[in-house]
């Protein structure tokens, strides 16, 4: 017999039946990477949507709606535009001008309340509270650590007496 001439053909080979098939390269690591950045992602979405109204407390202005904060210390609220369901609507910002204090004293701040925010309303809403038995006066006040640094503004928004919500501004209105 003779040799075969090299031609730099490869000769076909056919695999051993008895032979174990190659192992499957795992794909699964391959998709790792972008599962971790897909889910990653879908975090950051669901944040951003869940915190996308709040805002700080001293960020609020006359006119902003927004919701009742439940907590007995808050730092951020939810502002709404005034035509999407709201349950307070700022009418006052004002500096406490009463009698010095190192820790804001509730009695005192609210008997500010009363002298500032009532004739307020009575300008903001155009009909005085005692008028508007569906209306009540609520504030926001600085924690003792912004009080004893200076912080002394005070927020009076209205809220309707049985806290539901509103979709409207009250300014203006006479009342809901």
């Not at 927004?66 to 730092?75: G, H, K, L, M």
């Not at 009463?98 to 509730?106: K, Q, V, Y």
Request: proline share 10%; with cysteine; charged share 15%.
């Amino acid at each position: 017999m003779t040799d075969p001439i090299d031609s730099g053909a490869a000769e076909p080979r056919v695999p051993d039946a008895a032979a174990p098939a190659p192992a499957a390269r795992p794909t699964a690591g391959r998709w790792r990477p972008l599962l971790v950045l897909v889910l990653l992602l879908g975090f950051i979405v669901v944040v951003v949507f869940t915190v996308k109204d709040n805002g700080a407390v001293n960020d609020l202005k006359v006119g902003d709606c927004f919701d009742i904060p439940t907590a007995a210390s808050v730092a951020t609220v939810t502002h709404h535009p005034c035509t999407e369901p709201h349950t307070a609507e700022v009418f006052l910002v004002a500096d406490y001008t009463g009698s010095p204090m190192d820790t804001p004293l509730i009695l005192l701040i609210d008997a500010f309340v009363t002298s500032a925010c009532d004739p307020a309303i009575t300008t903001y809403v155009g009909k005085p509270l005692a008028d508007s038995p569906e209306l009540q006066v609520g504030y926001l006040y600085p924690s003792a650590a912004a009080w004893q640094s200076g912080s002394r503004s005070i927020t009076c928004y209205v809220v309707k007496a049985d806290q539901s919500a509103m979709t409207t501004s009250l300014k203006g209105s006479g009342g809901p």
